[in-house]
């Protein structure tokens, strides 16, 4: 009997997915284990792995489509077995109540699986389009779905120009020249009607329209095409801005700023750093590695503050985990986690994060690997940021901000005598969730983190 | 200066280099005491003698492989094809030995061999006798391909020709021997390779070579009357193409229109098309297109045969389509259109 192949959750937090790539095709014979396709959660780039044995009857949805939770994606069983009973049940999965009647039907990028089996079986899996099948007349034995059909979810938005200069093919045609043309003029070609054919716009039209004043003002000739885009938005990017927003109004933050003089830290860590070199395996240590560390031992000695809010009371962490915001190529943002980092010792930590760092940016992160943090630690000191305050990521309640370290003059008593000298300094910002870390026990544990990192004997103990 | 026949240009350019390089010879049907077929070798038997200037048989496949033996062991051989249309029975040595002896001798042997003769239809000579082949052997590396249009290219380019050690097929223009045109006095050459503008303009630009470039000036010559301004560049080698002076125009006119005597598939206009829009595409404001004689062998009937062959009119519609302009009405005739 063939069975349905739903969508898994392969985030903790994962709503949907998109179906990056299949690995196996339909026909393809499936051992338990083996990873039928690639699954692009809100948080990484998941192997969607089968359990079960058997052939892969039919794929039912496109690469590149969104598929909810629990919504059919494949059909797996017995090969040449009949597929008609199975579709059906697809159809009722993959329907969904439509909210509004008179909603326009979008073209869905998503994937949608139509109630009509006859569809299906005619093969026309590639391209959803509830158009056709309202046209297409449902068998009268069969409930006529007519709501059902209509699953069509809104579609991604996708980037497209919109219907241009009434020539009826959707897009702008233009001559090469004249794109060119219109470019050096500051014409904008959508707005113009082509005298070519097809409505091709040419020359004589761009020359036309520029002497008519369609043209930007002359300082700005030569301004490459600077219209408004509209871009997907990546499933990560969706994920980061829901928690922000969920953060920022959930969290009442407090911020508390303090300066550390880092010399030693930074003379600490090059003596680290030195005392590896040219040995097999030895890791660099960063300034930030150093950061996790003393806000790790700082929270192990402050227990108060290694805590989260809940609606069942106030959740005190067994262990203190650190993440670390890695930011991504594809202008990503992602917290993978150094557990127990406050026991670990500081090569440990430092290989460890290298490796999350790493992975991170290859989406290659394990869901348990970037969730489950106590607190975290956000540095932009790289970037030349003196000190900025950042978003709690909950449920942690704590966030430490890190300044770049710079020589900064200071004031210091010598013999009695103030006097100026200079020194490294690092500005940290700790961002608290004032339901649970009040600013006593905030200042406290941002004074142990400084105290740690002015001392940084004490990390090595 | 001196105005001079296209076919006295020829001439000249053999007789200068004869007399200044003792290894030259003329070989070929009728050149000598008939004094050329179209009266190209006219005297030179009576100025270098019967060593120098030679008759042959009726038998083109012996005498072109005469002369690449010749070339390869040290003379420089003008051979005569009494039109390019009997070339097809020598095609083997020149296709076979000529283009490729250089090559597999691994240079031991240079080519210095010119095979010239009239090419294209010159009226009522019927399918066999009004080929225009140059992309035959524009197709084959190791050949160099030159067609002059005026007596001063045909001169200079004769010359350059002769001094080449690489096979050059030079193709006259048998309808251009009788035109008249100055010529510099004296060694002046012209490079092989090197195109020539021969008319300026702003609109659009036309490629063509030998006959067919003296008819696209006409249609150039009318359509200035209509304000259109036409670009006309001579190629004057086929190959090695002067692509840049091609794209320099296209750049600056925006429009291309290629016309040749020939048939169009897979002939010369469509390796200039592929050029140019490859290398002027973004200057490009449309598409490239094209005048050839239409798919069929020449017919024998006049009225047919100007019905084949590329005219005016038929480069004047097609700048006009390349340009977005109504075409004139077909049947008017192309001085009638002007105001």
Redesign the interface.
Known sequence: MASIITMPKLSPTMEEGVLAKWTKKEGDKIQPGDVIAEVETDKANMEFPLEDEGVLLKLLVKEGDTVKLGDPVAVLGEAGEDLADVMKEVGQKGAQPQKKTDEPAAPPVAATVRAETGDREQGDTKAPDPTRAAAKSVPVAKPAPASKQAAARPALSVVQAEPANGNGHGRVLASPFARKLALEKGVDLKRLSGSGPHGRIIKRDIDEAAAHGEAAPSSLAYVPSREDQLVPASQMRKTIARRLIEAKREIPHIYLTADATVDRLVEMREQLNDSGTGTEGAVKVSINDLVIKALAMALARMPDANVSWTAEGILRHGGVHIGMAVSLPDNGLITPVVRDADVKSIGALARETRSLAERARAKKLKPEEYSGGSATVSNLGMFGVREFVAIINPPESVILAVGTTEKRPIVVTRDGHDVLEVARRMTLTLSCDHRVVDGVLGAKLLGEVVKLLEKPMGMLL | MARLSYREALNQAMCEEMERDDSIFLMGEEVGHYQGAYKVSQGMLQKFGEKRVIDTPIAECGFVGVGIGAAMTGLRPIIELMTWNFSLVAIDQIVNNAAKIRLMSGGQFKMPVVFRGPGGAAGQLGAQHSQALEYMYANVPGLKVVMPSTPADAKGLLKMAIRDDDPVIFIEGERLYGVQGEVPDGDVVVPLGKADVKREGTDCTIVSWSKMLTVALEAAEVLAKENISVEVVDPRTIKPLDGETIYQSVRKT?RCVVVEEGHGFSNVGAEIVARVQRNC??????PIERVHRMEIPMPYAANLEAMITPDVPRIIAAVKRVM?LPESKPESKPQSKVE
């Open positions: 925006n595409f973004d200057d490009l404001d449309a977005y």
